[in-house]
């Protein structure tokens, strides 16, 4: 049940016109990414890529690896020329090349970020 003190109370709020509250939740979250659009069961494969990896080598390891871009880039490649070959499981792991594809264009793109200086621009403007 909606409690009476916020029934149809007038609200002043910093940057916004006076609102009525009416029994409706309001929340301003239009600008904000939209995390629901993931598929979470295939997302859920690309977790296991990572902790394959984690397990084989150390967590976060692939953070340190040098020319990450090109060289991860370039592993997402080769799972994408093994499914454009019909194969989709990885003879290693016994996962879907998508997922593993998935997984190493992430990596790519994180170094990319970072030798490019964009990831710090974007904590910068988030502070």
């Not at 093994?82 to 996962?95: F, H, M, N, V, W």
């Amino acid at each position: 049940m909606e409690s009476k003190k916020f029934r149809n109370k007038k609200r002043n709020y910093p940057g916004m016109r006076n609102i009525t509250i009416r029994g409706k939740g309001l929340k301003h979250d239009n600008r904000k990414p939209m995390w629901n659009l993931l598929p979470w069961v295939e997302m859920e494969e690309v977790v296991r890529v990572l902790t394959w990896g984690a397990k084989k080598y150390s967590p976060n390891s692939w953070k340190l690896v040098k020319e990450g871009e090109g060289r991860y880039f370039s592993a997402c490649l080769r799972h994408l020329a093994a499914i454009g070959q019909k194969r989709y499981s990885d003879p290693e792991t016994g996962l879907n090349h998508y997922s593993h594809a998935v997984c190493s264009l992430l990596f790519a793109f994180y170094h990319h970020r970072r030798n490019n200086g964009q990831a710090k621009r974007d904590r910068n403007s988030r502070e």
